[in-house]
């Protein structure tokens, strides 16, 4: 499976952004990741293959929205109220390591990845 990403770009703090990945099949659970200058890849959002279960990093909870359209194997991610600490490389990932239904929010559960779209928020 191949996932290609997109939607990232320069924003104002307070600002929104929505990135999608599109893959080229379909994959139990899908999430998405950021990397900062300097710092390690971190977990963002997780989806199940369903679109009913998904789970969130604390520091992005209530301001970020995952969600997937299976017709199209894709995901998205609706970034609202944007912060500078938010600025990152983003990462889209699948995967089908863990049964259906299951979150997976270690990247090491996560068998593809996108080539990242960077989410540049200034202040």
């Known amino acids: 499976v191949q996932l290609q990403a997109s939607g990232g770009g320069l924003v104002q703090a307070g600002g929104s952004l929505r990135l999608s990945c599109s893959a080229s099949g379909r994959t139990l659970y899908m999430g998405w990741f950021r990397q900062a200058p300097g710092k390690e890849r971190e977990f963002v959002a997780a989806i199940t293959w369903d679109g009913v279960a998904t789970h969130y990093a604390d520091s992005v909870k209530g301001r970020f929205t995952i969600s997937r359209d299976n017709t199209n194997n894709a995901e998205f991610l609706q970034m609202i109220s944007l912060k500078p600490e938010d600025t990152a490389i983003y990462y889209c990932?699948?995967?089908?390591?863990?049964?259906?239904?299951?979150?997976?929010?270690?990247?090491?559960?996560?068998?593809?990845w996108g080539q990242g779209t960077q989410v540049t928020v200034s202040s």
């Open positions: 990932a699948a995967g089908n390591k863990l049964r259906a239904g299951r979150i997976a929010v270690s990247g090491l559960m996560y068998d593809y």
